[in-house]
């Protein structure tokens, strides 16, 4: 069955509830697939044309919404969701560094913002 960034957006922060360090890696990770997933969307949308499942995708998301000539609101956004990706990429990778729960927090509140300001934008 199908889902929807916002439900992998809820399952991270129930795994941002989480007491271990583990918890926080997933809940990371699950927050920064929940803001790509809706990025993905909204640069489908700009750019209908362009395959979207490719190895590559995780950047072509980024390129097309961090485009100027997207305005703004995209262009943030497109920050946002690099932001997001970084973190994710520590909680993933960086598995022999320590792993805070600020970051999980900040990860989960920007995929947040990312949702809130593609609904503010109607995308």
């Known amino acids: 069955m199908p889902v929807t960034p916002d439900e992998i957006l809820d399952s991270a922060i129930t795994l941002g509830r989480g007491e271990a360090e583990v918890d926080w890696r997933n809940a990371c990770s699950?927050?920064?697939?929940?803001?790509?997933?809706?990025?993905?969307?909204i640069a489908a949308a700009f750019e209908p044309h362009v395959e979207l499942g490719r190895s590559d995708t995780h950047r072509l998301v980024f390129d097309i919404l961090s485009e100027r000539s997207r305005g703004p609101a995209a262009v943030g956004v497109g920050?946002?969701?690099d932001q997001c990706r970084r973190l994710r990429n520590r909680a993933d990778y960086d598995i022999n560094d320590e792993?805070?729960?600020?970051?999980?927090r900040s990860a989960i509140q920007t995929s947040r913002d990312i949702a809130a300001r593609a609904?503010?934008?109607?995308?």
Do not use: E, N, T, V
């Open 119 to 123: 609904d503010a934008m109607g995308w």
């Open 30 to 41: 699950r927050a920064y697939f929940a803001a790509f997933h809706r990025c993905r969307q």
């Open 79 to 81: 920050y946002m969701l």
């Open 99 to 104: 792993f805070r729960l600020a970051s999980c």
